[in-house]
């Protein structure tokens, strides 16, 4: 059974900076591409980033590339997503997942950006 747990969102400025985990099991961690998406109030959710198997590549939505940074912890089952540079429109429901996304969909962790 996948179980993905997402936390680190908050209120913060305009700007400002906030780091996201999600701790992901039920699948062995290390073999899977690991991914995060947001969804914004009224719209679709979105794919934003994705790290690959070891941590070596990664790619970014054109909306959050060069603000956002991908990272994973292996002998942690945990992927992080580090948001600098913070903007209202970054404001969104954060979820992570497997890639390909199992259906299994976490929580979220619920940023809001304003000031």
């Known amino acids: 059974q996948v179980q993905l747990v997402e936390s680190g969102g908050d209120l913060v400025q305009p700007g400002g900076s906030l780091r996201l985990s999600c701790v992901a099991s039920?699948?062995?961690?290390?073999?899977?591409?690991m991914a995060w998406h947001r969804q914004r109030p009224g719209k679709q959710r979105e794919l934003i980033a994705g790290i690959g198997i070891g941590g070596q590549t990664s790619d970014y939505a054109g909306s959050v590339k060069g603000r956002f940074t991908i990272s994973r912890d292996d002998s942690k089952n945990t992927v992080y997503l580090q948001m600098n540079n913070l903007k209202p429109e970054d404001t969104a429901t954060y979820f992570c997942?497997?890639?390909?996304?199992?259906?299994?969909w976490g929580q979220g962790t619920q940023v809001t950006v304003s000031s």
């Open positions: 039920g699948r062995e961690f290390r073999f899977y591409v």
């Open positions: 997942n497997f890639s390909p996304p199992t259906t299994s």
